[in-house]
């Protein structure tokens, strides 16, 4: 099993951080600065978690931003924010937030009924060509509107809620493994059967953790699974999946 993904002229490691619970400490922007040190080059965040706070406390800790280290963000998560107009508004919050002149990869946080899906994605597109942004990705979509988005601007990444038990995005992880499309499953450390998982991860003395992310990556090429914490300890043991092999056997009584 590979441990690395390409993210245009950049690879990352198959496992990178997520930080909805990140806020702007010292403690907090010295962790950014650790886990970045101790091998995460995908870190991923949104203009809405902990008010903003998590963008900034990123911005703080890697500016100027370490080479092969990757900041993702998504923008568009409230009701009456999917429209072209708070979008601009919210990327630029995010490039001041990130303290960067370009975001590495930003996603269209949820497709809203009250704004067609062309429009949300024409403005992505726009702040690409812009240079504002350089790689665009959608959150929580189907196969129909990944592919009404690649009418528009190339789509580098989904981000859908995934993982052992939530498996209704099946025909997104295929498509997106055929297609050359990051997957990144958010949750990821949720489900499983805890018979099953506590057996396999005393076999190779591992986590229950560790072995949820060992089962995404076994799942599929096309997976990177983003992993929230605020501990390096277990920063460190996520990033420690990506060289554990299951068997076929375990994979299939996980699956």
């Not at 907090?28 to 600065?33: E, K, L, N, Q, T």
């Not at 072209?84 to 303290?99: A, G, H, V, Y």
């Not at 450390?189 to 986590?207: K, P, V, Y």
């Amino acid at each position: 099993m590979f441990s690395e993904l390409r993210f245009g002229d950049v690879e990352v490691t198959r496992v990178g951080l997520g930080t909805n619970r990140l806020t702007n400490t010292p403690d907090h922007v010295s962790f950014v600065r650790q886990a970045v040190e101790a091998g995460v080059d995908l870190i991923d965040t949104a203009h809405t978690y902990t008010g903003g706070e998590s963008e900034a406390t990123i911005g703080a800790a890697l500016s100027p931003r370490p080479d092969g280290c990757l900041v993702a963000t998504k923008g568009g998560y409230a009701s009456g924010t999917g429209n072209p107009q708070s979008l601009r508004e919210q990327i630029d919050e995010s490039l001041s937030r990130l303290q960067t002149d370009a975001i590495d990869l930003y996603y269209l946080h949820r497709v809203h009924a009250d704004t067609p899906l062309e429009d949300s994605v024409g403005a992505l597109k726009e702040a690409r060509d812009a240079g504002k942004i350089r790689h665009v990705g959608l959150s929580q979509v189907g196969i129909d509107q990944i592919e009404r988005a690649r009418a528009i601007v190339p789509i580098v990444a989904v981000q859908n809620h995934y993982n052992l038990s939530e498996r209704g995005w099946d025909d997104v992880v295929d498509l997106c493994a055929g297609e050359g499309i990051v997957f990144v499953p958010y949750f990821p450390l949720q489900g499983g059967a805890r018979g099953s998982l506590q057996e396999i991860a005393t076999r190779h003395d591992i986590t229950p953790a560790q072995v949820r992310l060992a089962w995404l990556l076994m799942r599929s090429p096309a997976m990177l699974p983003i992993p929230g914490t605020l501990s390096l300890d277990h920063a460190k043991q996520n990033l420690a999946a990506v060289e554990i092999e299951l068997t076929q056997a375990e994979f299939e009584a996980l699956s």
